[in-house]
């Protein structure tokens, strides 16, 4: 049986619904921990923001309809990451200093 290919709407629904608040959840809970000295914490919920985007790509992006979808999902899942990761650089150099450097969003 061939896999179910997903459409754009139903992967910017999944996008929406489950990715992004996911992301916002780990986002906030990190700075919640940084701000309280967490630091083994502040990192496990970096991490469940990278894990959280890997599988939405993995288990929506790819089986998108054709290649332009996919790569429109790739690439909003890595821009949702980026900007969480760009906020939590803010937010660290708060804390402890240091120089940002922002990562550039995907096209």
């Given at each position: 049986m061939a896999d179910k290919k997903f459409s754009k709407e139903r992967l910017e629904k999944s996008r929406l619904w489950f990715l992004e608040p996911q992301v916002e959840i780990s986002r906030d809970s990190a700075i919640e921990r940084l701000q309280e000295g967490n630091m083994t914490e502040f990192l496990q919920s970096i991490m469940n923001i990278d894990s959280a985007v890997e599988h939405h790509i993995i288990n929506n992006c790819t089986k998108a309809e054709n290649e332009?979808?996919?790569?429109?999902c790739v690439n909003k899942a890595i821009n949702i990451k980026?900007?969480?990761i760009n906020r939590l650089s803010e937010v660290l150099v708060e804390k402890c200093g240091g120089e940002i450097h922002y990562l550039e969003e995907e096209k």
């Open positions: 332009e979808i996919r790569i429109d980026i900007r969480a």
